[in-house]
Nanobody, 123 residues
Framework: VQLVESGGGLVQPGGSLRLSCAHSGRTFSSYTMGWFRQAPGKAREFVAGIHWTGGSTYYPEAVKGRFTISRDNAKNMAYLQMNNLKPEDTAVYYC???WGGGVSSNSEDYEFWGQGTQVTVSS
């Protein structure tokens, strides 16, 4: 399985970005998907997850109400819509996949990772 993120860039505070994650596998619908981020000098941080059934999503308090994760099983794609971005959201964002698992905030529970896409929030 290969994951490829896209959609990062430079945005002003208060702006929006939509990240995309393309999944190469034929059984995408069986994968729980997660988004993580890592800022320089900081640990990797969970920001969103969606269960493989598509029925449940999870967010930490830091992004709840601003970030929305979604998936399109017909296109083998996962998305992260980020609104009202703040400078502290600046990081490299990674998508991750776990076959058949529940949504987890622990990066070790995800089997596959993308290469990351940079998001910079600055005026």
């Amino acid at each position: 399985v290969q994951l490829v993120e896209s959609g990062g860039g430079l945005v002003q505070p208060g702006g929006s970005l939509r990240l995309s994650c393309a999944h190469s596998g034929r059984t995408f619908s069986s994968y729980t998907m997660g988004w993580f981020r890592q800022a320089p000098g900081k640990a990797r941080e969970f920001v969103a997850g969606i269960h493989w059934t598509g029925g449940s999503t999870y967010y930490p308090e830091a992004v709840k109400g601003r970030f929305t994760i979604s998936r399109d099983n017909a296109k083998n794609m996962a998305y992260l819509q980020m609104n009202n971005l703040k400078p502290e959201d600046t990081a490299v964002y990674y998508c991750a996949a776990d076959w058949g698992g529940g949504v987890s905030s622990n990066s070790e529970d995800y089997e596959f990772w993308g290469q990351g896409t940079q998001v910079t929030v600055s005026s």
